[in-house]
């Protein structure tokens, strides 16, 4: 089955979704493979982003991950309809949420402990434009959000959403936003503008994803293929897996999450420091405990 989200007209994020789960080798704890590579055990010895609100702007949340979540979800809102109903009939938001914060039937997410705001920016058919991720991004950052979501993009480049992510910037909250899924070597707007950590993909042998756009301006490359989420399927909330930079760009949200809660007085540029510092050859190792252990 093929998802696909339509922004400014255009077709953007393709992501395959298969039902049924990632299976690890008996040695790994976690079924999904990047749980394991990122050694999230050890992650969270030093946080699990309780001090971290997440924003994710996107298609909203499932009725039943929104149940699950109820007692870390702070703030919901539908940019679209302009009233507080964010469910989700699509399943990328949900997907996104899952893979950062956490799921069930076993999906874990790797900020567990943080805070969520849910912003419906993205219809269930897929569809979204610059107006509503300006109101999605004011309404994150009138709302707490450290760390906002953007696993959406096109090729639009838009001033105010510009002038806001800069303001958002000033304020020291981290905004992370998805390369795209297209093989270009272009990121999509806004992963393209300086103050936003921008995000490739990862296959499980730490090569590039091969529908990663890719960038010399890229920040961090991050685990996007094969991803344990949770998603929608004819009409209900299931496990399954899903690959992309969409992916990747939540899983780098819930890192930040990490980051910024152990290290409660990191700016921008050590932020990017420590993400950057993940980036090695193709099929290198990745040590993501290195940046805590600083």
Not at 73 to 93: E, L, P
Not at 239 to 254: D, M, P, R, V
Request: some cysteine.
């Amino acid at each position: 089955m093929k998802k696909k989200l339509l922004f400014f007209g255009v077709i953007l994020m393709c992501l395959a979704v298969f039902v049924c789960s990632a299976c690890g080798s008996q040695s790994d704890k976690y079924d999904s493979w990047h749980l394991n590579a990122m050694n999230v055990d050890k992650l969270w010895e030093y946080s699990k982003g309780d001090s971290q609100t997440i924003a994710f702007i996107d298609t909203g949340i499932s009725d039943e991950l929104r149940e699950e979540l109820k007692d870390r979800i702070v703030k919901c809102y539908n940019v679209i309809d302009k009233n507080d109903n964010v469910q989700d009939a699509h399943g990328h938001g949900t997907e996104m949420i899952s893979a950062a914060c956490g799921g069930f039937d076993g999906v874990c997410g790797i900020a567990p402990n943080s805070r969520i705001i849910v912003i419906k920016a993205v219809s269930d058919e897929g569809k979204t434009n610059n107006k509503y991720l300006y109101q999605a991004l004011k309404f994150a950052d009138e709302n707490n959000a450290t760390v906002v979501n953007i696993s959406i993009g096109g090729y639009k480049t838009d001033e105010s959403v510009v002038e806001q992510i800069n303001a958002m910037t000033e304020k020291n909250i981290t905004i992370v936003a998805a390369g795209g899924d297209y093989q270009n070597k272009d990121l999509l707007f806004p992963a393209n503008q300086e103050n936003v950590v921008s995000v490739e993909a990862l296959t499980q042998k730490n090569e590039l994803w091969e529908q990663s756009n890719r960038s010399d301006s890229s920040v961090v490359r991050m685990p996007g293929e094969n991803i344990e989420v949770t998603t929608i399927f004819d009409g209900k909330s299931v496990k399954s897996t899903a690959s992309g930079t969409s992916q990747a760009a939540a899983i780098t949200s819930g890192y930040v999450a990490l980051l910024r809660d152990y290290n409660k007085s990191a700016d921008k540029a050590e932020i990017f420091e420590c993400l950057r510092s993940l980036n090695t050859k193709s099929g290198g190792k990745v040590n993501y405990l290195a940046p805590f252990k600083k």
